[in-house]
């Protein structure tokens, strides 16, 4: 009987060794999270060139290419705020894009997303401030054109 019970013992110990680390791995600290990260501001900064250059079309397409490497970096449990800039401003982006073309609705979505991001943000920090002020004064605008 003894031996059961130390058996049963050591199983427990063994069992909970088994129950995986006490720290969970960090996705944002991998090589290949990082260069997507880069690559997305990269070309966030290419898409807002080729608008404010008059190109939509080729903003469109590069935004467009964009989307899956966003929502691979923001798949993970906690993404890392470099990763929320990103995409924040791909969705800043495209609603000034919807904003110009008068898609009021469509273009206060892409706004409210960036004010949901960031009011809800922790820690917050003055850029998570100016991003939120930023959010509602385009969704603001959205609004006044929504209205008339």
Not at 58 to 82: D, M, N, W
């Amino acid at each position: 009987m003894e031996a059961v019970r130390v058996l049963a013992i050591l199983f427990a110990a063994l069992l909970a060794g088994c129950s995986g680390s006490t720290s969970p791995h960090d996705v944002t600290r991998e090589l290949w999270y990082q260069q997507t990260v880069a690559q997305v501001a990269q070309m966030n900064r290419e898409a807002e060139n080729f608008f404010k250059g008059g190109k939509p079309d080729q903003a469109a397409a590069t935004i467009e290419k964009a989307e899956p490497l966003v929502r691979r970096l923001l798949g993970i449990s906690h993404p890392s705020v470099e990763a929320a800039q990103a995409a924040s401003d791909l969705d800043d982006l495209y609603g000034r894009m919807l904003l110009s073309n008068r898609h009021y609705g469509w273009a206060r979505l892409q706004f409210q997303k960036n004010l949901s991001r960031w009011k809800h943000w922790t820690p917050q920090t003055p850029d998570t401030e100016r991003r939120v002020k930023l959010a509602l004064a385009e969704i603001a605008e959205c609004d006044r054109h929504i209205e008339d």
